[in-house]
T-cell receptor, first 114, second 113 residues
Framework: AQSVTQPDIHITVSEGASLELRCNYSYGATPYLFWYVQSPGQGLQLLLKYFSGDTLVQGIKGFEAEFKRSQSSFNLRKPSVHWSDAAEYFCAVGANTNAGKSTFGDGTTLTVKP | DTAVSQTPKYLVTQMGNDKSIKCEQNLGHDTMYWYKQDSKKFLKIMFSYNNKELIINETVPNRFSPKSPDKAHLNLHINSLELGDSAVYFC????????????FGPGTRLTVT
């Protein structure tokens, strides 16, 4: 069965500092991996996705993520955080089997200090 | 321009009532989903439909009944609402052969009092 672990429940960074959110997955084949962001009171917005190819993927809002098969990780990074990045971040693994049942991590809450 | 829309955005109701949430997508997708996000923000899939056919039905009380009149719409009807049903419900859609790439609606915040 597929699973996703986001080890950090809550992360606080200063504005302008770099950010890395961790995500580890478990899946028997090549996974499809995603990062979503949920601003307070809002829906889920897709930040970026990895299907195949280049293991470093670029997303919206200056985010990037790197797929590391050997570590079963798909960590999200941003070089310089803005106050508007404060939100909940979800990593997800999807499959083209299992009728499209995507599995989400429990989320990481990002707080940005001025 | 809205890709996946849900109505209403907020829903406050009393225990025991019956309510529906509607979802529509204009992306030309053939598969739609309902997710529940609880107060701890955990997201769990509830149902998925492909071309009006139920394909995922997680362990959800049978008070919850999805209905898909066509492949662009997936509604969620909830009977005899309970306090524990309070959550944010998200609709999503995808193509069946790209079911890993789902697009989400804005959510419906249901509060049962």
């Amino acid at each position: 069965a597929q699973s996703v672990t986001q080890p950090d429940i809550h992360i606080t960074v200063s504005e302008g500092a770099s950010l890395e959110l961790r995500c580890n997955y478990s899946y028997g084949a090549t996974p499809y991996l995603f990062w979503y962001v949920q601003s307070p009171g809002q829906g889920l917005q897709l930040l970026l996705k990895y299907f195949s190819g280049d293991t470093l993927v670029q997303g919206i809002k200056g985010f990037e993520a790197e797929f590391k098969r050997s570590q079963s990780s798909f960590n999200l990074r941003k070089p310089s955080v803005h106050w508007s990045d404060a939100a909940e971040y979800f990593c997800a693994v999807g499959a083209n089997t299992n009728a499209g049942k995507s599995t989400f991590g429990d989320g990481t809450t990002l707080t940005v200090k001025p | 321009d809205t890709a996946v829309s849900q109505t209403p955005k907020y829903l406050v109701t009393q225990m025991g009532n019956d309510k529906s949430i509607k979802c529509e997508q204009n992306l030309g997708h053939d598969t739609m989903y309902w997710y529940k996000q609880d107060s701890k923000k955990f997201l769990k899939i509830m149902f998925s439909y492909n071309n009006k056919e139920l394909i995922i039905n997680e362990t959800v009380p049978n008070r919850f009944s999805p209905k898909s009149p066509d492949k662009a719409h997936l509604n969620l009807h909830i009977n005899s609402l309970e306090l524990g049903d309070s959550a944010v419900y998200f609709c999503a859609s995808s193509l069946r052969d790209r079911s890993y790439e789902q697009y989400f609606g804005p959510g419906t915040r249901l509060t049962v009092t």
